[in-house]
């Protein structure tokens, strides 16, 4: 049986490639594909955003290389961003019970 970091690690992996796959290159997500998983996956996360350009924001944010696509090292890095915020979140909601 695997560990749940093990599990996690292969769910960023695949979600990842059930979005780049849709279109053009498969192993990177294009503007379309990048939003559609953010919407699908992370909404929850953005929602709290009044900005309607945070889709925007983000791809160009992720797009170090500016080739207008992000590749899976360029999506890890929003991930990390995210869950560092998260566990941020996560020890404040702790130390003040
Ligand atoms: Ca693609």
Do not use: C
Request: negative net charge; hydrophobic residues 40%; charged residues 30%.
């Amino acid at each position: 049986m695997s560990s749940q970091l093990a599990t996690s690690i292969m769910g960023l992996i695949k979600v990842f490639h059930s979005y780049s796959g849709k279109e053009g290159d498969k192993y990177k997500l294009s503007k379309a594909e990048m939003k559609n998983l953010l919407q699908g996956e992370l909404s929850d996360f953005l929602k709290g955003s009044k900005d309607p350009m945070v889709y925007d924001n983000i791809m160009s944010d992720l797009d170090e290389n500016k080739d207008g696509e992000v590749d899976f090292q360029e999506f890890v890095l929003l991930i990390v961003a995210l869950t560092i915020a998260s566990n941020e979140f996560f020890i404040d909601f702790q130390k003040r019970k």
